[in-house]
């Protein structure tokens, strides 16, 4: 069962473009949204991340947006750069209980053409 | 120096052989987690522990085991491995707290013929 679904596989975006990565989550436990970017030969590493009770997070060019109505929650890279190519990865967690852990979407390979 | 390190970074081993990563962090952090990641399955928990005396298992545990040897360290043991476990392994570490920021190391390439 995959609890977290990530869209799209791949995108090609050229310089300067938005590049927009979609989420969508099953269990409506889930409270912390995180995205993770990972370059070649590297382990991913936290991009950015939001809690429910915001709609919006903007840190420089990266944005998330959520919609707790529609369980989705999606990355906007403004004004994409070639060095912006990377694998990105949502996740999603719940804090309920003493036990938590982050369930990964299956990530998308963004190449940002010159 | 990296926070988390993992020896060894790229493997070769044969069917039926018994590997064991490791995993090492500075981080000072009580949770640390061993992932699978193949491509275009994402990033899969294999085990992960809460502390020295916790372990438990993630999704896909079968044919891995684990050992928390002390707050810095954690293995991953392949005890007869089998050319489907040919991937890329990484461990993670995350406070018991605060932030739900996950560090990741740099991987371990395993190959099994």
């Known amino acids: 069962q995959q609890q977290v679904k990530q869209s799209p596989q791949s995108l090609i975006v050229q310089k300067g473009g938005i590049s927009i990565i979609n989420c969508a989550y099953e269990?409506?436990?889930?409270?912390?949204f995180p995205w993770y970017q990972q370059f070649p030969g590297k382990g991913p590493a936290l991009l950015i991340a939001?809690?429910?009770?915001?709609s919006e997070k903007k840190e420089g060019r990266f944005t998330i947006s959520f919609n707790k109505s529609a369980k989705q929650f999606s990355l906007h890279i403004m004004d994409s750069q070639p060095g912006d190519s990377a694998t990105y990865f949502c996740?999603?967690?719940?804090?309920?209980?003493?036990?938590?852990?982050?369930?990964f979407g299956k990530g998308t390979l963004l190449t940002v053409n010159p | 120096d990296a926070d988390v390190t993992q020896t060894p970074r790229n493997r070769i081993t044969k069917t039926g052989k018994r590997i064991m990563l490791e995993c090492s962090q500075t981080k000072g952090h009580d949770r640390m987690y061993w992932y699978r990641q193949d491509p275009g399955l994402g990033l899969r928990l294999i085990y992960y522990s809460f502390d020295v005396k916790d372990i438990n298992k993630g999704e896909i545990s079968d044919g891995y085991s684990v050992s928390r040897q002390a707050q810095a360290k954690f293995s991953l043991s392949l005890e007869s491995a089998i050319p489907n476990q040919t991937a890329l392994y990484f461990c993670a570490t995350s406070e018991a707290t605060g932030t739900d920021t996950q560090y990741f190391g740099p991987g371990t390439r395993l190959t099994v013929l």
């Open positions: 996740a999603a967690s719940s804090r309920g209980g003493s036990n938590y852990k982050l369930t």
């Open positions: 939001i809690r429910p009770d915001v």
């Open positions: 269990n409506t436990a889930f409270d912390y």
